[in-house]
């Protein structure tokens, strides 16, 4: 059997998950053991969550893999905190049972043939009624970057045999993933020293999320949560999720958002105020705010397909790395030839 090689160019990827676990563990001692991990499903009630206006369950489930050492040990491990996508959960990574297809089976490999070091790795399910928190406080949904920031990790390292310091921390996710890795790594480096977006969505007014895209209009034409599931639109109900995060209104029912576009005669225009309130989550604009944060870093990487079939991905990622680049923030960033999901797994000569 032959790994899947890494390359740290920007042209072609190889194996992402693959190429996230090498890339963050460059301290962590290599592993002995030859037994197989384990995966336990726990629950964190939330405080952050609380008393949320569109009923999302306060009551969140995680998917954790302990390493092979872990239950034979007295040992203390650092963790990774892999975010998922929008309409996932956190059985994302684990529950596929084709072989190297799940973070176990990888794991268990790399660990057996040392590749990398023993670590935890936590999945929190932070999908929302409107299928995705974007790792983010709103007033509508609940305070997922408190979630997942500081209650996640307080459970985490008060229940489990953890390193509990920022440099044995790291956070990747793929896709809304990836953005809340990006975001709260850069928000928290005295957390999380270590960020990885696979495909990050790094939402922004580029590519298809714009106004003369039709499928936009559809979100802004839609009067009711009815309206809004009949137009079978991944872009028009994709930005509801976004609003829900990003300009979230209580006082605005049904949809509890203002919309970024308002309907003008036959144009779509900004409307400002919910407008500003999605730039200044682009991460772009982000990385200006937050350089300082951003230095403090050990590493920073994000990558993304070239026909990633989210086109604001693609050009929001270039634009991404040409500010970190500008601001001579240190990162890797890699663009290869695939879409947004058919590089995330694989191992080849099986």
Known sequence: MILRTITLRLTMKKNTIYALLVFILLTIQFAQAQDKGTVKFDTLESKALANNLTKEDTKRAISIYLPPGYADSTERYPVMYLLHGIGDNHMNFVDDDEKYQNIQDLMDYGIASHRFGEMIIVTPSEKTNWFGSFYTNSTVTGNWEDFTTFELVNYIDANYRTNAKADSRAI??????????????????????????????????????NANNPEIKKF?????????????????????????AF??????????ADKPFKLQGKK?????????????NDVVNMAVKYRENLMKLRAIKFDTGNDDEFKFIVVNSRLFSKKLTELKIEHEF????????????????R
């Not at 300009?247 to 509890?256: G, K, L, Q, R």
């Not at 400002?272 to 999605?278: D, T, V």
């Open 172 to 209: 990747v996710g793929h896709s809304m993933g990836g953005f809340g890795a990006i975001k709260l790594a850069m928000k928290h480096p005295d957390i999380f020293s270590v960020a990885y977006a696979m495909s990050g969505g790094f939402v922004a007014f580029t590519g298809e999320i």
């Open 220 to 244: 802004v034409l839609a009067k009711t949560t009815d309206e809004l599931l009949a137009t079978q639109s991944r872009d028009a109900i994709g930005m509801l999720t976004v609003s829900q």
């Open 247 to 256: 300009s979230p209104n209580p006082s605005n029912p049904p949809f509890y």
């Open 268 to 280: 779509l225009l900004p409307n400002l105020s919910a407008y500003n309130k999605w730039i200044e």
């Open 334 to 349: 890699e663009e290869y030839n695939g879409d947004h999901r058919n590089r995330l797994w694989g191992l080849r000569g």
